[in-house]
């Protein structure tokens, strides 16, 4: 049997590289206390934020057998998305809206949602030995339910959590979409990756916001990801000039990694970049009603936040371009009909004008 599960686990590998995937790894579906008391102190702390849904289900988030007791093993599964070129190439102008990686192409969750669908079948076919076998199940996951993602990712051999808190890897950096399938085949457990963060602080010196109490701790409420996406009302205003030209996610603790210099650009073409996302202008985006919002960003993960969080961030980032000619765009939106977005377009108007010409 346990030689049978070994080739059982080689044929799902061979399979998930077929398949596009770029890292895959297999562990217990089980989590040691350690990851419950990180996510308890996280959330004893307030770093969540808004995010209340993190406290909501935490039992299920940290233990895959109490949101499915079947489970035997977690597949973990990565996509590299490492960009071409540098990925912070916009913030050095100020005219310009800087959009995280992961956005500047097709949602994510779809393609490796797809992907995952595929490998999850296979699984199922080729884990049933015979006729008279009972098939396995099975469950995909991509960022959509309470799954520890980061911790299995590491658990199953893809890498370690680095000191910003994301999955590390020895071979795609800081680039990699996670995905799971949760099975009930007991398959060998990967061994572990090797690597480590040593004495390098370049992720936690590099965030703007200040988002890093201490290493391997992220408090998101100062991370510009969780301002420009997740929260909805006013961002606070000690933080907003460190924001810059940042409009949707921030790549700043990822991309100065050293482990990046082993990531190959992604060869996923769905996931190559938009070349509308990699600069756009922000005159034109503070110009966005919700019909032509809606039409710019479909099959983006943009389109979730909506129009008035998105013209929120493009507002910050005018205010902090120092540019004049941006000056028209921001006093025509303090009459906006969304009180947010009024607010920060007098913000915008303000911090422009003290800049002066």
Request: contains cysteine; charged residues 20%; proline residues 8%.
């Amino acid at each position: 049997m346990h030689l049978r599960a070994e080739k059982l686990a080689a044929r799902i590998r061979e399979k998930a590289l077929a398949l596009g995937f770029d890292a895959i790894g297999f562990c217990p579906a089980h989590l040691g206390p350690d990851i419950r008391a990180r996510l308890s102190d996280f959330l004893a702390s307030g770093y969540h934020g808004d995010m209340g849904w993190l406290a909501e289900r935490a039992d299920q988030r940290t233990q895959p057998t109490t949101l499915w007791p079947e489970a035997r093993t977690v597949i973990a599964l990565g996509v590299s998305y490492a960009p071409e070129g540098d990925p912070l190439a916009a913030l050095s102008q100020p005219d310009r809206g800087n959009i995280s990686v992961y956005a500047r192409h097709r949602d994510y969750h779809d393609l490796i949602k797809g992907m995952l669908k595929h490998l999850a079948q296979f699984v199922v076919r080729e884990g049933r030995q015979g006729a008279e076998d009972t098939a396995p199940e099975v469950k995909v996951f991509v960022d959509t339910a309470p799954v520890a993602e980061k911790p299995l990712a590491a658990q199953a051999g893809l890498g370690w959590q680095g000191k910003h808190t994301n999955l590390v890897s020895r071979h795609h950096g800081s680039w990699l979409f996670l995905g799971e399938i949760y099975t009930t085949l007991a398959l060998p457990a990967s061994p572990p990756s090797g690597g480590g963060c040593g004495t390098c602080t370049r992720c936690l010196t590099a965030c703007p916001t200040q988002a890093f109490p201490a290493p391997y701790q992220m408090d998101a409420r100062r991370c510009i990801s969780y301002l420009t996406i997740e929260h909805a009302g006013p961002i606070p205003l000690a933080l907003r000039p460190a924001i810059g030209t940042h409009i949707y996610g921030c790549d700043d603790c990822l991309a100065v990694c050293p482990w990046n210099r082993f990531a190959q650009v992604s060869r996923q073409i769905k996931l190559r970049p938009r070349p509308d996302l990699m600069a756009p202008d922000l005159a034109s985006l503070s110009q966005l009603d919700d019909t032509a919002f809606r039409q710019m960003f479909s099959g983006s993960p943009i389109k979730r936040i909506g129009r008035n969080r998105f013209i929120r961030n493009v507002l910050i980032a005018i205010g902090n371009s120092g540019l004049a000619e941006l000056l028209p765009h921001a006093h025509r939106l303090t009459q906006d009909p969304d009180a947010i977005v009024a607010e920060a377009a007098r913000w915008a108007v303000t911090r422009l004008e003290a800049a002066g010409p």
